[in-house]
């Protein structure tokens, strides 16, 4: 008993100093980012390459914080029964510049009474994480859906895009650290998602073809209100 009080005390002081730490990391990286893209500006062709690396690099820094810590604040590590309409509303308004940018939408169809256990934050972070990689597939008109129902007393939630959808070795190994596709991909978004949603008790299963697009669903015991 003692043991597990004090490593759920460790955790706590773990997830205390991570969330703080990226809060004050991301900044100062901005910043930097915005120096070094003056420069690129500024600079002969030779030394351009070495400032495009820096950048890539920079970007690499701050995508790792994003894929763990986007919503991570010092001492907010409280289970609670979240709104699944609310957080996705929030989720929502967070992702459609990106989404924009891209040249897509998204679209919530969400029935309003389902409920799950768990922290804020947390569950943002998995949703968002799956929500981007949607928005980094687009091909010309992305289409995002999001759909949330009861299916047999279990809440259910789709996220649906018609992106360029993936191979069957690639959906093997969703979830594994690093994996990625991407330049400036990290390879942890997924693993950070399967985590989180594992400590809920639910389950995340993807569907895919490429060219075509992808289907996530994820699975949750249902809370009451
Ligand atoms: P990252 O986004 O940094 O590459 P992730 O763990 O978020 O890492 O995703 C791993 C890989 O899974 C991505 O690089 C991409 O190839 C693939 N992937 C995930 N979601 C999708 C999706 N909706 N459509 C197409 N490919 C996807
Ligand atoms: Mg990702």
Known sequence: FNNEL??????????????????EVRNPLQVTRGFLQLLGERSASSEKAYINMALD????????ITDFLTFAKPGAESIK???IAEEFRHIEGVLTPLASIHHGQ?????????????????????????????IEAFQDEGKIIIKGCKENGEIV?????????????????????????????????????????EAMQGT??????????????????????
């Open 6 to 23: 004090q490593r759920a005390e460790k955790m706590e002081i773990i997830s205390d100093l991570a969330a703080s730490v990226a809060h």
């Open 57 to 64: 690099e920079l970007d690499r820094a701050s995508g790792i």
């Open 81 to 83: 029964t979240l709104s």
């Open 106 to 134: 998204i679209t919530l169809d969400i029935d309003p009474d389902l409920y799950v256990r768990g922290n804020s934050s947390k569950f943002k972070q998995a949703f968002i994480n799956m929500i981007k990689n949607s």
């Open 157 to 197: 939630i789709r996220i649906q895009d018609n992106g360029v959808g993936m191979a069957p070795e690639e959906l093997k190994r969703l979830g594994e650290p690093y994996f990625s596709n991407k330049t400036k991909g990290t390879g942890l978004g997924l693993m950070v998602t399967f985590r989180i949603i």
């Open 204 to 225: 995340l299963k993807f569907d895919s073809k490429k060219g075509t697009g992808t289907e996530a669903t994820v699975r949750f015991p249902e809370a009451s209100e």
